[in-house]
């Protein structure tokens, strides 16, 4: 019989399953053996045979939990954990992509991952363009009959333009090509990009589904049969998550619908908050009524909310921008984001240090631009801590 069952009721029982023995820990033990024995031939056969747990780079039975939890999370049927974000996209591109291929890939794109287009997928004969992701007439145009890839975050790192993934996922198969979406700045909790039509979904668990910055990995969701073609490499280039961060994250998860939707709300606050304020020059938050993207963002955002995340300028005053961060009480910089606590990051000395500057000022990122991964504060207390901070603008 089918449950209707709500997600945060579910995700509480999530990965009790996966364990040894017949009977079921409240909490989920750690598996941190780098092996496990069996007792003759005839069981190393059975064991192999039906995939079960033998060496920790294979399989291991907290990285199975949490993979299951992200599946159900992502309504995918199978998922990968990798021990980190860029480990989960440097497998997937790596494994589904070969000499002579083409991939088109958003303009605005996270610093590694366009690194990992440019530096070193470029040196084994992979193509690659990077154009304006929103303007879906472009993208069409800018396909080639080699296109095998269409790379995508759903939000823009860190100026969150919003991907049509739906329009995305049409012009990718229409051109027998995949679609492949970052979802980390999102979460399933706000769009799962699967049921859009995109193939591959990737999160940081880093960031906000394990929520406090204590644990590192990355995870791809999709087909079975796409998760098979990506496990054998990355297995081969060693990035299988960690038994212990895994566990983490497993417990992480249970409150993420109570932490991803506080923060949702929060940035919608603060979004609002900062618009108003003479000393910011622009704010970008899909959640704003004003922001370009914000009809795009209704038609394929869930009604949680438009993410935790948002950017905005300020003037190009080193000096000034120095005193603000000093400032500030409750959100620190910090070269990460999706925290329990506020943080904020500043790209041109973090994320996209690496992009050639002509490339960055066509972004439309500046000495100016900040990111602020929003946190569970009082929503007041940081609307004020942020006004008091950019006084130093308008003194």
């Given at each position: 019989?089918?449950?209707?069952?709500?997600?945060?009721?579910?995700?509480?029982?999530?990965?009790?399953?996966?364990?040894?023995?017949?009977?079921?820990?409240?909490?989920?033990?750690?598996?941190?053996?780098?092996?496990?024995?069996?007792?003759?031939?005839?069981?190393?056969?059975?064991?192999?045979?039906?995939?079960?747990?033998?060496?920790?780079?294979?399989?291991?039975?907290?990285?199975?939990?949490?993979?299951?939890?992200?599946?159900?999370?992502?309504?995918?049927?199978?998922?990968?954990?990798?021990?980190?974000?860029?480990?989960?996209?440097?497998?997937?591109?790596?494994?589904?992509?070969?000499?002579?291929?083409?991939?088109?890939?958003?303009?605005?794109?996270?610093?590694?991952?366009?690194?990992?287009?440019?530096?070193?997928?470029?040196r084994f004969g992979v193509q690659h363009d990077l154009v304006d992701f929103e303007d879906l007439d472009?993208?069409?145009?800018?396909?080639?009959?080699?296109?095998?890839?269409?790379?995508?975050?759903?939000?823009?790192?860190?100026?969150?333009?919003?991907?049509?993934?739906?329009?995305?996922?049409?012009?990718?198969?229409?051109?027998?090509?995949?679609?492949?979406?970052?979802?980390?700045?999102?979460?399933?909790?706000?769009?799962?990009?699967?049921?859009?039509?995109?193939?591959?979904?990737?999160?940081?668990?880093?960031?906000?589904?394990?929520?406090?910055?204590?644990?590192?990995?990355?995870?791809?969701?999709?087909?079975?049969?796409?998760?098979?073609?990506?496990?054998?490499?990355?297995?081969?280039?060693?990035?299988?998550?960690?038994?212990?961060?895994?566990?983490?994250?497993?417990?992480?998860?249970?409150?993420?619908?109570?932490?991803?939707?506080?923060?949702?709300?929060?940035?919608?606050?603060?979004?609002?908050?900062?618009?108003?304020?003479?000393?910011?020059?622009?704010?970008?938050?899909?959640?704003?009524?004003?922001?370009?993207?914000?009809?795009?963002?209704?038609?394929?955002f869930t009604d949680r909310g438009f993410g935790a995340m948002l950017s905005f300028e300020l003037e190009?005053?080193?000096?000034?921008?120095?005193?603000?961060?000093?400032?500030?009480?409750?959100?620190?910089?910090?070269?990460?984001?999706?925290?329990?606590?506020?943080?904020?990051?500043?790209?041109?000395?973090?994320?996209?240090?690496?992009?050639?500057?002509?490339?960055?000022?066509?972004?439309?990122?500046t000495q100016g631009t900040f990111r602020l991964s929003v946190g569970i504060e009082n929503p007041q207390?940081?609307?004020?801590?942020?006004?008091?901070?950019?006084?130093?603008?308008?003194?």
């Amino acid at each position: 019989m089918e449950n209707n069952f709500t997600r945060e009721s579910m995700l509480l029982g999530l990965g009790k399953g996966v364990s040894a023995g017949a009977q079921i820990p409240e909490t989920p033990p750690i598996h941190l053996t780098t092996a496990f024995t069996m007792r003759d031939l005839s069981e190393v056969e059975q064991v192999y045979r039906q995939k079960e747990f033998t060496y920790v780079r294979t399989r291991n039975p907290n990285r199975t939990a949490l993979q299951q939890a992200l599946s159900f999370l992502e309504n995918g049927e199978e998922t990968l954990v990798c021990s980190s974000g860029m480990g989960a996209i440097s497998s997937t591109l790596i494994s589904l992509l070969s000499p002579g291929d083409h991939v088109l890939a958003n303009r605005h794109l996270y610093g590694e991952t366009y690194d990992l287009l440019v530096k070193l997928l470029a040196r084994f004969g992979v193509q690659h363009d990077l154009v304006d992701f929103e303007d879906l007439d472009l993208v069409r145009a800018s396909m080639r009959s080699n296109t095998k890839m269409l790379y995508t975050e759903v939000l823009s790192n860190p100026l969150l333009s919003v991907a049509d993934i739906g329009g995305l996922a049409e012009l990718a198969h229409a051109g027998d090509a995949l679609l492949v979406v970052d979802n980390t700045f999102t979460t399933p909790l706000a769009i799962r990009p699967l049921d859009f039509g995109a193939d591959l979904s990737i999160n940081s668990l880093t960031k906000f589904l394990n929520g406090h910055s204590d644990a590192m990995a990355g995870a791809v969701t999709g087909s079975a049969a796409l998760c098979e073609r990506i496990r054998p490499i990355a297995m081969l280039l060693g990035v299988p998550g960690d038994p212990f961060d895994a566990w983490l994250i497993l417990r992480g998860l249970q409150t993420v619908e109570l932490r991803v939707g506080r923060q949702m709300d929060n940035a919608l606050a603060l979004a609002r908050s900062l618009e108003q304020n003479p000393a910011v020059r622009r704010v970008h938050y899909p959640g704003l009524e004003r922001n370009r993207c914000h009809q795009v963002a209704e038609k394929l955002f869930t009604d949680r909310g438009f993410g935790a995340m948002l950017s905005f300028e300020l003037e190009s005053d080193t000096d000034k921008i120095n005193r603000f961060m000093c400032a500030l009480h409750f959100a620190h910089y910090a070269p990460t984001l999706g925290g329990v606590a506020s943080s904020l990051s500043h790209p041109v000395t973090s994320s996209h240090s690496n992009v050639p500057e002509a490339e960055r000022l066509a972004m439309g990122i500046t000495q100016g631009t900040f990111r602020l991964s929003v946190g569970i504060e009082n929503p007041q207390d940081l609307i004020a801590d942020f006004a008091q901070a950019l006084e130093v603008f308008t003194a």
